[in-house]
């Protein structure tokens, strides 16, 4: 990442696409260490979309 410079970075994968209850968050990464890749990318512009959400792209400069 560091040698392409995003402006933003979505970050997201659903396992459970197909049967995520919308009433609840979703449950991006699952079983994998969340909180360590939003760490690394503290110095980007990054976004974890919530399904049925819109993002700007590209971003606003």
């Known amino acids: 990442?560091?040698?392409h410079r995003p402006r933003r970075v979505l970050v997201g994968h659903w396992e459970n696409f197909?049967?995520?209850d919308l009433e609840k968050p979703?449950?991006?990464i699952p079983l994998q260490n969340y909180w360590g890749l939003v760490k690394q990318?503290?110095?980007?512009?990054?976004v974890v979309p919530e399904?049925?959400?819109?993002?700007?792209?590209p971003p606003p400069l």
């Open 51 to 57: 399904p049925f959400s819109e993002v700007p792209l």
């Open 26 to 28: 979703a449950r991006t």
């Open 18 to 20: 197909f049967g995520n």
């Open 41 to 46: 990318l503290k110095d980007y512009d990054y």
């Open 1 to 3: 990442m560091a040698r």
